[in-house]
């Protein structure tokens, strides 16, 4: 079993929808929850960030991390096509504040005009 | 800020060459981390190095990869010899000493054929 399961998708969605991503973990030393978004032949590009759990807002994106479930969200609102991309979730734990940062494999997101 | 940079973009060499990837991480980043993803899989932690020093190097697949970070700058990671296998993108990561967030390069696009 993989330690963080996401899926894959693709997924597409109209213009202007409230887009939710997911994934869930199983490794419970995890407490840092990243949302990395992923343009074709790009690097990853952090988008959001969280520390153990709870809800963050920055502009049209919310990520909410509900360790007790061991699962993480990632909401875009008002969606546009700028936002078709790959979304990557990721996540490391806390050892000395440095750990290696474990990925999904990335859902494929379409917003279509 | 220059970001993470990465040479060369794309490497197309034949099973049994060898090939070496450089990395410049963000200045001032002690953190600089090696994945990789290949093809239909997720990105997969390879190793970190705090300055100089290998802190983790337990997702190097085998002794055909050797990284090195000489001076605590800029790293290269070279694969001797290839094998079809290697094939995938390689992208570095750094990260501060204040937070726990990588930020990522572009990635090497490697094609052994």
């Known amino acids: 079993q993989k330690e963080v399961e996401q899926d894959p998708g693709p997924l597409s969605v109209p213009e202007g929808a409230i887009v939710s991503l997911n994934c869930t973990y199983s490794?419970?030393?995890?407490?840092?929850f990243m949302w990395y978004r992923q343009y074709s032949r790009k690097g990853p590009e952090l988008l959001m960030y969280?520390?153990?759990?709870g809800n963050k807002e920055d502009g049209r994106f919310t990520a909410q991390v509900d360790k007790s479930s061991k699962y993480i969200s990632l909401f875009i609102r008002d969606s546009q096509p700028s936002d078709s991309a790959t979304y990557l979730c990721?996540?490391?734990?806390?050892?000395?504040?440095?750990?290696?940062?474990?990925f999904g494999t990335g859902t494929k997101l379409q917003v279509i005009p | 800020e220059a970001g993470v940079t990465q040479f060369p973009s794309h490497s197309v060499i034949e099973k049994g060459q060898t090939v070496t990837l450089r990395c410049d991480p963000i200045?001032?980043?002690?953190?600089l981390y090696w994945y990789r993803r290949v093809m239909g899989k997720e990105i997969k932690f390879l190793l970190h190095?705090?300055?100089?020093?290998?802190?983790?190097e337990s997702g190097m697949p085998n002794n055909r990869f050797l990284a090195e970070r000489t001076g605590g700058t800029y790293s290269t990671l070279k694969v001797q010899p290839a094998e079809l296998e290697d094939s995938g993108v390689y992208f570095c990561?750094?990260?501060?000493?204040?937070?726990?967030?990588?930020?990522f390069g572009a990635g090497t696009r490697l094609s052994v054929l």
């Open positions: 990561a750094s990260s501060g000493t204040v937070k726990n967030i990588q930020y």
């Open positions: 490794n419970s030393a995890f407490q840092y």
């Open positions: 969280t520390y153990s759990s």
């Open positions: 990721a996540m490391s734990g806390n050892s000395g504040g440095y750990q290696k940062v474990t």
């Open positions: 200045s001032g980043h002690d953190n």
């Open positions: 190095f705090v300055k100089e020093s290998k802190q983790d």
